[in-house]
Structure formats: C-alpha cells, structure tokens
C-alpha cells in the first residue's frame, strides 16, 4: 500500500483565520514532506521532517508552522496567510532521506485564500 | 542555471504509438536519482520510474522506461502504447545531496495529450 491521505480535500479560509492541512501515511516511512504548487507550476520544497525532526525549511513564511507529532502524521498549521498563498499543497513520503528513496505523494489540498 | 530543465510544454501522441518526453539534468554529484512522475488534473503526483546515477541499465516498470545516457545528462521517459488516461502532466526530478539528506528538485513539467 502507497497510500498518503490528506484532509481537507479543498479549503477556503479567510486571511485572519487560523486553519490546519493534515496529513497521513501508514508504510513506516521516516521521512515526510510539505510542498507548495502554484498552477502550471512544478511543485515548491516547503519542509522536510526526517525521523519527526525538522531537518529542512526552506525560508518558508512563519504564517506557515509545520507540526509531526509522530512518525505517521505531519500537520501543516496556517495562519494569517495572504491571497498569494493559494495554491496546491501537496503531502508526500519516503522510506528515509536517500538518494533512491520515492517519494509517495497524498492528492492535495487546494486553498483558497479570500 | 536550471537544474532539471524539460524543453517540450506541451506534446500531441496518438494512441497505441509511442511517445518520448525529454529530461535534461544538470549536477556535479556522482550520486544521484532521477524520477518521473505523472499529475492528473485531479492533482496527486504518481510515482512511474527511478533511475539511480549508479546504474548500469535503463529502468523499466511496465509501458514505462527511462533512456538514461549518463554523459549526455539526459533522462528521457518512453511512454509505449499510449492510452487516453496517460494524458496529464508529467514531471522529471532529481534527488541529489549528501549524507545529511537529499532534496528532490522538479523540472517544469511537460503536458502529454493523447489523441483518439
């Protein structure tokens, strides 16, 4: 099974409100990953959780706060975002941080911000 | 400089015929990874084909190989026997770093239609 799920599927959110995207895989995977894709765009690095340990930012905004509370689970906190910040947010994991380690990506959160 | 760069937006096939989407990459690791992946509208990266920088053959996982020529740089994907749920996006990556970790870097993507 390569199953990553997120939740919600789609999200619109207000600029003052405080929302959370979540994410899920089940394969034992170590390593966990949040990207950003704009439209006609390829997908944007945003963090890397390896071993539940922040191990990459990649000069993300503070209004986004990433959040593994356990090797099965990866939370991306949202708060305060602007219009721009809409986008295709996508999950994805991978056996460990390797060369040849796949990465399994979840189908997405499309956000709207207003 | 682009590191993953994929000259072709967008590409007609017909179907039943085979089709080459072309990768290009640029690294001065020895070790490294290339992936293709497919996005449908629907928006999930699928996972199709890894080739490591160490091996020796082409990979290949169904109607799916990668022509990897190492000195050229290039990874191209060969789709065999188009069908119309292969149209969607389709993105070459490569993973490349150190012990400390590698980061997957994403070309821009090319658009396959397949046409009945």
């Known amino acids: 099974d390569t199953e990553v799920t997120q939740t919600p599927k789609h999200l619109v959110m207000g600029m003052t409100n405080k929302k959370s995207l979540k994410c899920e895989q089940h394969m034992g995977h170590r390593a966990m990953y949040w990207y950003k894709q704009k439209a006609k765009k390829p997908p944007e690095l945003m963090f890397v959780y390896s071993y539940e340990k922040l191990s990459i930012n990649e000069s993300v905004p503070s209004r986004f706060s990433p959040e593994c509370p356990n090797s099965s689970l990866l939370n991306l906190h949202l708060h305060a975002l602007q219009p721009e910040d809409s986008a295709l947010y996508l999950c994805?994991?991978?056996?460990?941080?390797?060369?040849?380690?796949?990465?399994?990506f979840g189908p997405g959160t499309r956000l709207t911000v207003l | 400089a682009q590191k993953i760069t994929q000259t072709q937006p967008g590409m007609f096939v017909q179907e039943k015929e085979a089709v080459t989407l072309d990768c290009t990459y640029d690294?001065?690791?020895?070790?490294?990874?290339l992936f293709w992946y497919k996005q449908p509208s629907s928006g999930e990266m699928i996972f199709l084909i890894y080739?490591?920088?160490?091996?020796?053959q082409n990979a290949t996982e169904g109607r799916y190989s990668l022509n990897f020529q190492k000195a050229r740089k290039s990874a191209n994907l060969v789709i065999s026997a188009s069908q119309l749920g292969d149209s969607a996006m389709y993105f070459c990556a490569m993973r490349e770093g150190n012990t400390g970790g590698f980061k997957t870097i994403f070309g821009a993507g090319t658009r396959l239609f397949v046409k009945a």
């Open positions: 690294t001065s690791d020895q070790s490294y990874g």
């Open positions: 080739q490591g920088s160490y091996d020796e």
């Open positions: 994805a994991s991978s056996p460990r941080t390797g060369r040849a380690d796949t990465q399994y």
